[in-house]
């Protein structure tokens, strides 16, 4: 166990990189870990941060054995593959304004993520690789097309990441969904128009649920929905 004195506000590049039988870390002042700061802590079971703000690239990956990520929620810059191959179920991040490229890459135990935060900077398929993703919810507008947090492709997309039945989300843009066709359920909580080819091709869907009094209908907004 690791008990950080409240002096410490920054922990550097691979400061505890490959300490293989570290189970423990406190700290109630750290602010940012470095690059690979716990990379391969195989046996880290426990982290306690109240404080942090920025995590850097590949900080936690392969950090296996921790379960308890609490503290991502607050984070407002998470690096490349900084969380890539952790076990954590779910993930809410609500002060994120920077989420790097793999960011949580083949994060395995993974079914749950919500983004809430302003995410104005967003690398390249943060959630590659998080094949048991069953529900996701954003609450900022991203421009990007939902399935590119995972995947460029959309016949990928639908082959690798068929979990993926739920999605919660404020506004929808012109072809938003299309093509989803593993796609079930959708709730819209501000939108008020249903843009062109939104659910175009979604042939499973079964329930599109808006929060708002829709008031307009775009050209082939439900086109081909069989469902």
């Keep these: 166990t690791v008990n950080l004195s409240p002096l410490v506000n920054n922990l550097p590049n691979r400061a505890f990189a490959g300490c293989s039988l570290l189970k423990r870390i406190n700290s109630e002042n750290i602010e940012t870990v470095g690059d690979e700061c716990f990379y391969k802590c195989v046996k880290l ?14 900080a936690f990956e392969d950090c296996v054995s921790i ?32 989420l790097g490229t793999n960011a949580f890459y083949q994060c395995s135990k993974l079914n749950m993520v919500s983004l809430d935060g302003p995410l104005s ?17 954003i609450r900022t507008d991203l421009n990007v097309r939902p399935h590119l947090l995972f995947i460029n492709d959309v016949d990928e997309f639908n082959s690798q990441y068929s979990n993926l039945e739920t999605i919660n989300i404020n506004n929808v843009f012109d072809e938003e969904f299309k093509g989803y066709t593993n796609l079930l359920f959708v709730t819209v909580l501000e939108s008020d128009i ?19 009094e829709v008031t307009h209908i775009s050209e082939r907004a439900f086109s081909n929905c069989s469902s």
């Design 45 to 58: 079971t426990k982290v306690k941060f109240k404080s942090l703000q920025v995590v850097g690239n590949s």
């Design 67 to 98: 379960t308890d990520f609490a503290f991502i929620s607050n984070l407002k810059s998470i690096g490349e593959k900084a969380f890539a191959h952790c076990q954590m179920q779910g993930v809410t991040l609500v002060n994120c304004d920077e």
């Design 121 to 137: 900077v967003i690398g390249e398929m943060p959630f590659e690789g998080c094949f048991e993703i069953n529900l996701l919810t």
């Design 194 to 212: 249903v843009p062109l080819s939104c659910f175009e091709d979604c042939e499973n869907l079964i329930q599109i649920v808006f929060s708002k």
